[in-house]
Nanobody
Framework: QVQLVESGGGSVQAGGSLRLSCAAS????????MAWFRQAPGRERELERE???????????SYAESVKGRFIITKDNAKNTLYLQMNSLKPEDTAIYYC?????????????????????WGQGTQVTVSS
């Protein structure tokens, strides 16, 4: 069982930056996939979470079009921690951000960013961007 704990959320004005962290309770080896998802207000189901960025064990990254060039996903294997650096934040980035992990990996970016692929989830951290 993998436990994931997110931190780093908060409130920021448009154009600002935040860095989210996700600490895993076990060693997420190079075979694990990890990702960030977000759930906008009014969307309640887990499958309605939007894939933001994914980090595959070999270092391959994938991003949603809406965040390309603004967000950067990285992973520190020594600390079992996944990060999401969010720059040039916009009001539409407001959401609860979730960290997810799964021992599998997938070749298609669309699969890496789909919530159904992930078995382990954190509790989420709120990000609010004001205009």
């Amino acid at each position: 069982q993998v436990q994931l704990v997110e931190s780093g959320g908060g409130s920021v004005q448009a154009g600002g930056s935040l860095r989210l962290s996700c600490a895993a309770s076990v060693y997420t080896s190079s075979t694990y996939s990890m990702a960030w998802f977000r759930q906008a207000p009014g969307r309640e189901r887990e499958l309605e979470r939007e894939g933001v960025a994914a980090f595959i064990g070999d270092g391959t990254t994938s991003y949603a079009e809406s965040v390309k060039g603004r967000f950067i996903i990285t992973k520190d294997n020594a600390k079992n921690t996944l990060y999401l650096q969010m720059n040039s934040l916009k009001p539409e980035d407001t959401a609860i951000y979730y960290c997810a992990a799964d021992p599998a990996s997938w070749s298609l970016p669309s699969m890496r960013l789909h919530p159904i692929r992930y078995n382990y989830w954190g509790q989420g951290t709120q990000v609010t961007v004001s205009s």
